[in-house]
Structure formats: C-alpha cells, structure tokens
C-alpha cells in the first residue's frame, strides 16, 4: 500500500509539546533513529515488573540490533509513538508500537511502556487512543495485544478504551483484539483532542 504522507494525522514529522495533570510538559512524536540512548536508558526508569509485563520476561539492555529495529521504522509496517519530558530531565516516559504482521497486513501487534513514576496518569489511555487513530490511518483493521495473564492494567485499560476480544488464553500469554470496523474512530480523535487541546484544531480537520 502505498501511503500519502499529507494526509496523515500522524505523519513522518509529527511532533507536539503539551501539558499533563497540571504539572508535565512532555512531548509526543514519532519514534526516530536519533532516540536510541533515550530508549537505552528508559530501561534504566523502568522496575523489574514493568519491564516483566512489557517484554514477558527479565531485560537488562538492548542490542545495537535491537536498538535499530527499535528505532528505524518505517512508519507503516512498523511504527511507534513516543513520549519524552520537555525542560526538565528529558528522559523518555512511554512508547506505543505497532508492528504489521508480514503474513496479515492488515492485523498489527500493539506493545507498549510507561516508566513507573508516569503510570496512572491517564498516558497509557492516551497512547492506546493514539494507535488506534493512526492504525485506522494506515488501513490495519485488527490490532492485537498479547500480554501476561497477570496483568490486569493492560487487561483494563483496553477494555475501558474499546471492545476487546479475547482471541488466545494460554498459561503464558492471553491475546485480545480490537476490530477497528466496531471502534468508533471519530469519537477517538475527539476524546485525543479533549486531552491534548493544542491539537484539536488539527484533529477536527478530518
Ligand atoms: C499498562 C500500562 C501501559 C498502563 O499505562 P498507564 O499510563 O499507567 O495507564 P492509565 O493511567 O491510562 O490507566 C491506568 C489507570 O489509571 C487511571 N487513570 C486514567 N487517567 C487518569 C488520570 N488522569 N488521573 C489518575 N488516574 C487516571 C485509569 O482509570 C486506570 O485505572 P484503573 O486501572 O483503575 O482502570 C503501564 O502500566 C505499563 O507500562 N505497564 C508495564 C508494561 C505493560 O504491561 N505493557 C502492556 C503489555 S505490552
């Protein structure tokens, strides 16, 4: 599929600084190649079940491969939207990525991470009504999320955003959808652009 960048609400340069809980300034954007040592020492603000929950398992560090296959997307096949502070310590907060399964484009696995002192602010809803707008963008129409029976706050937060299908349910790893042709994706970008006011000009134009 060939994708025309001008008309992506989430295109190749997408970035926009807002605030959050009265107090953040943070930045949203695109996942770029120059956010490696970010990325790297996010791991650092994470704790051992965080970590646990995003990669069903122990991490210390990334590879310079997995750093590259982190970081250098395509933004179709594999895209990623990232939170990082603004004037302050400027680390990285949170990533949401979307990876396009090679054998069924049109169904995309969804993972995502908030460092602990971020979590329970609402960023992860967010992030999830993000990725739902910008997979409806790029004309996926199944969006998975596979994560450890345990955690319940994935299991939550999909739920309140969208119908979530339970599709695999094994000791290991249970799976849920999203159908994007039951979301209401108009209803999506309005709640983005109750949350982030600096950009509903933007959103409203579709
Ligand atoms: C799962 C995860 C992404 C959730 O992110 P989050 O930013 O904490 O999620 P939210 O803040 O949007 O929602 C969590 C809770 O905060 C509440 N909340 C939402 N907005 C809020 C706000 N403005 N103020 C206070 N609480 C809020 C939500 O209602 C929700 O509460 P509930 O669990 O009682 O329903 C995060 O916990 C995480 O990174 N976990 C580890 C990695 C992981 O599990 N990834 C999923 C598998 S890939």
Do not use: C
Request: charged share 25%; glycine share 4%.
């Amino acid at each position: 599929m060939t994708i025309n960048n001008s008309s992506l609400y989430f295109h190749p340069h997408f970035a926009t600084e807002f605030q959050w809980a009265k107090k953040y300034n943070l930045r949203l954007g695109l996942v770029t190649p120059d956010k490696k040592s970010k990325i790297s020492q996010g791991l650092r603000n994470l704790s051992h079940e965080t970590i646990r929950f995003r990669f069903m398992g122990p991490k210390k560090e990334f590879t310079k491969s997995e750093l590259e296959y982190l970081t250098e997307l395509d933004g179709n096949n594999h895209f990623a939207l990232g939170i990082e502070e603004v004037n302050g310590r400027e680390r990285g907060v949170a990533i949401v990525r979307m990876v396009k399964s090679h054998t069924h484009p049109d169904v995309a696995e969804i993972a995502i991470v908030i460092i602990d002192e971020y979590q329970n602010l609402g960023l992860g809803t967010l992030l999830i009504e993000a990725i739902i707008l910008a997979a409806s963008e790029r004309e996926i129409k199944t969006l998975s999320f596979s994560f450890l029976p345990t955690n319940t706050t994935i299991l939550k937060l999909i739920q309140n955003v969208a119908v979530a299908e339970l599709k695999t349910n094994t000791v290991d790893m249970v799976q849920y959808v999203y159908q994007l042709d039951k979301i209401d994706i108009k209803k999506i970008r309005e709640k983005i652009a109750q949350k982030l006011p600096e950009l509903a000009k933007f959103l409203y134009k579709f």
